[in-house]
């Protein structure tokens, strides 16, 4: 079967930075989504692993072991916008191209 | 333009009802994506298209029928729902078929009474 984990919910401070974890188990792996969700609003395409090791987008940071089935997502001087659900997403070998999308981290940012 | 658009934004309906939904996007993109979202639930993959053609279809009750009438337009005709049907109805294109980029459009709102 296929199963993606992440925390269910996070809090962090105004300025401080995040890390935001997921694990995957997926029969075979083609790539690596994280996107932003504000409540309400439709999934931002945020980053796209499909090579081991860190990608790099301004504040925004993604990072995979396809070897562990692990991703992360670092968010460094976190803004009170940032304040929404981060969900993981794996397109696995099989099916056609399907995305998987997971539960989804609820990120609180306090000032 | 990295836009997709969804009309309409909130739609009401009763279960004898016949509706549609309706998207579009203008980036030249190849595969189009329809997904059901759930509060507080990741978005499910209802049916993809791929060159107008239907790719994929995730089991979804004939309640539900997708149509491509071009390169540009996907629609979601909607009949006889059931209330538990009621939830964000996410659009979503990318350039080709397991393309790396999936732009969402912000949605519609289905209620079902």
């Known amino acids: 079967g296929q199963n993606i984990d992440q925390p269910t919910e996070m809090t962090a401070t105004e300025g401080a930075i995040v890390q935001i974890n997921c694990t995957y188990q997926t029969s075979g792996f083609n790539g690596l989504f994280w996107y932003q969700q504000h409540a309400g609003e439709a999934p931002t395409f945020l980053s796209y692993n499909v090579l081991d090791g860190l990608e790099e987008k301004g504040r925004f940071s993604s990072f995979l072991s396809r070897s562990k089935g692990y991703s992360y997502l670092l968010l460094k001087e976190l803004q009170m916008k940032d304040s929404a659900s981060y969900l993981c997403a794996v397109r696995p070998n099989t099916g056609g191209f399907k995305t998987i999308f997971g539960a989804g981290t609820r990120l609180f940012v306090k000032a | 333009d990295t836009e997709v658009t969804q009309t309409p934004k909130h739609l009401v309906m009763g279960m004898t009802n016949k509706k549609s939904l309706k998207c579009e996007q203008h980036m030249g993109h190849r595969a189009m994506y329809w997904y059901k979202q759930k509060a507080k639930k990741p978005p499910e993959l209802m049916f993809v298209?791929?060159?107008?053609?239907?790719?994929i279809n995730e089991s979804v009750p004939s309640r539900f029928s997708p149509e491509c009438p071009n390169s540009s337009l996907l629609n979601l005709h909607l009949h006889a729902l059931q209330p538990e049907d009621s939830a964000l109805y996410l659009c979503a294109s990318s350039q080709i078929l397991g393309g790396n980029t999936i732009y969402f459009g912000e949605g519609s709102w289905l209620t079902v009474v």
């Open positions: 298209y791929s060159y107008e053609k239907l790719s």
